[in-house]
């Protein structure tokens, strides 16, 4: 699976953007999940959302409530809506996919800024 991950930028204190995670070279239905990660400057990578093929959901404590993972099988696409951001939330964020035999892809991230 080839991802791209698109959408990110920089927003002011408060605001919202939305991150793409296109997939291509194999169908959304043989995904078993999707996952995003951020990896701040000196900081280990960490977990922000997850959704399976059954579009159950999963969130990080710190973005509980302001993020929000959603799918679109027609389009291969996962998306990341990112509201009421925080300087915290700056990071280059990266897609993993996860397929049903196991094996792990990642994208090569965006950028995430959050600053006056």
């Known amino acids: 699976v080839q991802l791209q991950a698109s959408g990110g930028g920089l927003v002011q204190p408060g605001g919202s953007l939305r991150l793409s995670c296109a997939a291509s070279?194999?169908?959304?239905?043989?995904?078993?999940?999707v996952a995003w990660y951020r990896q701040a400057p000196g900081n280990q990578r960490e977990l922000v959302a997850t959704?399976?093929?059954?579009?159950?959901?999963n969130y990080g404590d710190s973005v509980k409530g302001r993020y929000t993972i959603s799918g679109n099988s027609a389009k291969n696409t996962v998306y990341l809506q990112m509201n009421n951001l925080e300087p915290e939330d700056t990071a280059v964020y990266y897609c993993?996919?996860?397929?049903?035999?196991?094996?792990?892809?990642w994208g090569r991230g965006t950028q995430v800024t959050v600053s006056s």
């Open positions: 993993k996919v996860t397929d049903t035999t196991g094996f792990v892809s």
């Open positions: 070279g194999r169908s959304m239905y043989a995904i078993k999940a």
């Open positions: 959704i399976t093929r059954g579009d159950i959901t």
